[in-house]
């Protein structure tokens, strides 16, 4: 048996012959146990938010570290490790993200007939690809390994640096990252403020993996340090949620009373231009709707808000539209409303944004938002000519997709204080939150949700994207106002606190106030410094602890 797996296994307990089977493991059953440690993880993502998952997917991803080794050396390739490293962490992150993410496969049944054929490209490539990341995270890892009690640490290294790159690289796509574990419950997300949801990440690895080194062998005492030093950070962000949530609320915003609207409007073929009119008139006679004998329909309503791409049509270029929501608007009321835009260069070329904008009973005003993060495949395409000749294409279809949108993603609208804009899936980016009281955002007084996700159905994936919004609440010090079509559209405060929120896939109305903000935090302040000097305390411990490892 190579060293490392000798001075590993576990010596005794109850988990003495399951993680004596993980380090032993080699060929298909080691990746077996990958793919379901990985799987059982994502457990602890919403809507199901079981803790004791990510506890189980860490502690093992900590044992297929310590076996790679012997993976190498039964496969008659040497030592080996980083590679058998490499490849243990892609079968975790498979099955992490197969687990996690096989609800994007709803959005290519919505149009089957145009997308059904590349289904098993969302349900099975997406993860494939993703798992890239923590197979480089594994290897990390492994490259850093250190004497027992300090392993934990060595895998928040290596699967936080990860975890940064998969927000980043390509654009990013930091969905059901793994601090969101910690993340979605009101009790242990309240650190977020301090140290953003990268911060979050590292921590919720270290302390999930921790338990796993209870059965070191000839560890002493020395074993239970890691796990009570797990148990003690738990404890503290408790202890500072406590003390957060005890702290006075900032009074609401005077003289403001929304109308949120979740008109609940499936996509497919009959979201078609044919059926703009009727679909308009939907939205009217909802946001008329009185929700209670002292609510008089829309005369009370001080902002109206709909969700993204309301419209099966460009808005701007509708004067019929647009002189009904002008007389709709007539007592006054303003309008937000999520809805595809159409710009036309000087050269004729057409530019179509996925776009905020804002209407009175003038029309519409020259206020806008144009969403500045793209989803890849979605609302553009990537490599377009060559896909395209494979027969692949966006959802959207707008002739060469939506451009990228310019400028701040601060929204001036009238009667409220400045908002930061977040078209669907920009809320689930911690980087681009950073920094966001500073500068051009310092105005800021609350965030801005608009989303549409129909296009996944009565999936866990609603409930992940309002998790990860929620979030940005939390580590921003703002309250976030939510607006999704079929769901989940919500009022959160500035200390994540959930005032109003709907089911999904209902019809319905939120007449509601607009929460006060609070203080800048230290993550509005200095972005993800505070998780970069948290990762760095951890490096530096690894390699202490790397110097006393045994030869």
Not at 8 to 32: E, H, K, N, T
Request: glycine residues 12%; hydrophobic residues 50%.
């Amino acid at each position: 048996m190579p060293a490392d797996a000798a001075t590993y296994s576990p010596a005794s307990g109850p988990l003495r012959g399951l993680a004596s089977f993980v380090i032993l493991a080699w060929g298909w059953p080691r990746r077996l146990i990958a793919v379901a440690a990985g799987a059982i993880g994502a457990l602890a993502m919403a809507p199901f938010g079981f803790l004791p998952a990510l506890f189980v997917s860490m502690m093992v991803a900590l044992w297929l570290i310590d076996g790679s080794s012997i993976e190498g050396a039964n496969a008659r390739a040497g030592r080996a490790s980083l590679g058998a490293a490499f490849r243990a962490g892609w079968w975790w992150g498979f099955g992490y993200f197969l687990a996690g993410l096989w609800w994007l496969g709803s959005a290519f049944l919505v149009d089957a007939d145009k997308f059904a054929w590349l289904l098993p490209l969302g349900v099975f490539g997406l993860p494939a690809g993703l798992a890239f990341f923590p197979a480089l995270g594994f290897a990390c890892a492994r490259a850093i390994w250190p004497a027992g009690a300090a392993r934990p640490l060595a895998l928040a290294v290596g699967l936080g640096l990860s975890e940064w790159l998969r927000a980043v690289i390509l654009t990013g796509f930091p969905w059901n990252e793994y601090g969101m574990a910690l993340g979605q419950h009101l009790w242990l997300a309240e650190a977020a403020s301090l140290f953003g949801l990268h911060g979050l990440t590292l921590i919720a690895i270290c302390v999930a993996a921790a338990p796993a080194t209870l059965w070191d062998r000839g560890a002493g005492a020395g074993r239970f340090a890691p796990t009570v030093m797990a148990a003690a950070a738990l404890a503290a962000l408790a202890g500072f949620a406590l003390y957060q949530l005890a702290a006075p609320t900032p009074e609401p915003v005077a003289g403001v009373k929304l109308r949120l609207l979740q008109p609940n409007i499936a996509q497919g073929p009959d979201f078609a231009p044919e059926n703009g009119a009727k679909i308009l008139g939907q939205y009217l006679a909802l946001s008329d709707r009185a929700t209670s004998p002292e609510r008089a329909g829309i005369a009370d309503v001080t902002h109206l808000i709909w969700p993204e791409s309301a419209f099966p049509f460009i808005l701007s270029r509708d004067a019929g539209s647009l002189a009904r929501i002008a007389q709709f608007l007539g007592a006054g009321a303003k309008l937000v409303t999520g809805a595809a835009r159409l710009e036309e260069t000087k050269g004729g070329r057409q530019r179509y944004f996925n776009s905020i904008e804002i209407l009175d009973r003038t029309g519409l005003l020259s206020e806008r938002y144009d969403k500045r993060h793209l989803v890849p495949f979605g609302e553009y395409m990537p490599l377009q000519s060559w896909l395209e000749r494979l027969g692949i294409t966006q959802f959207v279809q707008f002739p060469g997709g939506f451009e990228r949108g310019a400028g701040a993603n601060v929204l001036h609208v009238p009667g409220l204080p400045d908002a930061i804009a977040m078209i669907c899936y920009e809320a689930i980016f911690p980087n681009e939150r950073g920094g966001a009281r500073e500068g051009a955002h310092k105005s800021a007084a609350w965030l801005l949700n608009v989303t549409d996700d129909a296009w996944f159905g009565l999936t866990p994936g609603p409930y992940q994207h309002y998790a990860q919004a929620r979030l940005r609440a939390i580590e921003l010090g703002l309250p976030l106002v939510r607006v999704a079509n079929n769901g989940i559209t919500a009022v959160v405060d500035a200390r994540g606190r959930v005032l109003e929120v709907t089911p999904l896939g209902a019809e319905t109305i939120v007449d509601t106030i607009l929460p006060g903000a609070l203080t800048p935090t230290p993550q509005a302040r200095w972005g993800s410094a505070t998780a970069a000097a948290i990762w760095l305390a951890m490096l530096a411990a690894t390699r202490i602890g790397r110097r006393r490892r045994p030869r």
